[in-house]
Nanobody, 129 residues
C-alpha cells in the first residue's frame, strides 16, 4: 500500500506560478511511475504529467508542455514528486491529484489513470484571470 499526500495548491493570478508536491509513504520507487492528473468542475479527469521513477523519463499533456515540469526527489529516505507550474492560465483551474503505480509501463500508457493503483486526495489550484 502506498499513501500519497499532495500539497502546494492555492489561488494565483494568470501568468503566475505554483509548485505542487506529492509525498509518498514508500521509500523506494524503483519500478514505479508517478503522475499528476487534474479534474475541473463538470469535466472528466485528465492527464497532466508523469515520470518514470527509475530513469526519470517524463511525459506531458500537450496542454501543459513548456509550462509545467515534473520532477522527483529521493533524498533522505523520503520520496517526493513535484509539479512546477508556470505561466498558469484560468483553464488550469482544477483539483490536482498525484498518482503512483508499479505496473504503469506494462500497462502501456502513462496518461491513462487506470494504469495507476494509488491516488492522493487532491489539492485545489485556482487561477484567476
Amino acid at each position: 500500500q502506498v499513501q500519497l499526500v499532495e500539497s502546494g495548491g492555492g489561488l494565483v493570478q494568470a501568468g503566475g506560478s505554483l509548485r505542487l508536491s506529492c509525498a509518498a509513504s514508500r521509500r523506494t520507487f524503483g519500478s514505479y511511475a508517478m503522475g499528476w492528473f487534474r479534474q475541473a468542475p463538470g469535466k472528466e479527469r485528465e492527464f497532466v504529467a508523469a515520470i518514470r521513477w527509475s530513469i526519470g523519463s517524463t511525459y506531458y499533456a500537450d496542454s501543459v508542455k513548456g509550462r509545467f515540469t515534473i520532477s522527483r526527489d529521493n533524498a533522505k529516505n523520503t520520496v517526493t514528486v513535484y509539479l512546477q507550474m508556470n505561466s498558469l492560465k484560468p483553464e488550469d483551474t482544477a483539483v490536482y491529484y498525484c498518482a503512483a503505480g508499479s505496473t504503469v509501463a506494462a500497462c502501456g500508457s502513462y496518461s491513462s489513470g487506470g494504469c495507476y493503483a494509488y491516488w492522493g486526495q487532491g489539492t485545489q489550484v485556482t487561477v484567476s484571470s
